[in-house]
T-cell receptor, first 116, second 112 residues
């Protein structure tokens, strides 16, 4: 069964450092997403990406965050200067064409980010 | 602003029991609603997706219903098993957006 792959599974970094989280979405999917879940809290939407550009982003997704699809397979989330409150589990997800009537998101296992 | 609430927050039942998890949302202009399962330290697994035009979806022992006008969805689990123990999340996608708004989840424990 196709799956979304995320690396690293766990990253520990110092406050102020740059972090890049990587995702390989399902190959024929067109929409890509990042969500995060702070420990004990709700899963929160960060950003959606379609046709090589951001289609929607939340208030959380400020100038410190950026996303990129550098090639045909990877989808990355960069945090330029990490803060303590960025510590969370970050989930990548992908989905097929919304127009087909199906929009089932397939999530990766997540990347746990710990900022010290 | 869409708000999604799930009740109860936690539930513990003996094996074999049928159970209902509830989800409510404040804005009825949704595109679809999806139920997910989350195991500790793991990602989210999609269980059922209901389009806004549908009333229910079934998969095996799971049945999800949607009453868009009243802003409610239920997830029915028949003949629960210990392997069903997990957190169940309800998420709503509003019309005109690409994002899901998640509820806080119901933590289910099925006792053997």
């Amino acid at each position: 069964e196709p799956e979304v792959t995320q690396t690293p599974s766990h990253q520990v970094t110092q406050m102020g450092q740059e972090v890049i989280l990587r995702c390989v979405p399902i190959s024929n999917h067109l929409y890509f997403y990042w969500y995060r879940q702070i420990l004990g809290q709700k899963v929160e939407f960060l950003v959606s990406f379609y046709n090589n550009e951001i289609s929607e982003k939340s208030e959380i997704f400020d100038d410190q965050f950026s996303v990129e699809r550098p090639d045909g397979s990877n989808f990355t989330l960069k945090i330029r200067s990490t803060k303590l409150e960025d510590s969370a589990m970050y989930f990548c997800a992908s989905s097929g064409d919304r127009g087909s009537g199906a929009n089932v998101l397939t999530f990766g296992a997540g990347s746990r980010l710990t900022v010290l | 602003k869409q708000e999604v609430t799930q009740i109860p927050a936690a539930l513990s039942v003996p094996e074999g029991e049928n159970l209902v998890l509830n989800c409510s949302f404040t804005d009825s202009a949704i595109y679809n609603l999806q139920w997910f399962r989350q195991d500790p330290g793991k990602g989210l697994t999609s269980l059922l997706l209901i389009q806004s035009s549908q009333r229910e979806q079934t998969s095996g022992r799971l049945n999800a219903s949607l009453d868009k006008s009243s802003g409610r969805s239920t997830l029915y689990i028949a003949a629960s098993q210990p392997g069903d123990s997990a957190t169940y999340l309800c998420a709503v996608m509003n019309s005109g957006t690409y994002k899901y708004i998640f509820g806080t989840g119901t933590r289910l424990k099925v006792l053997a």
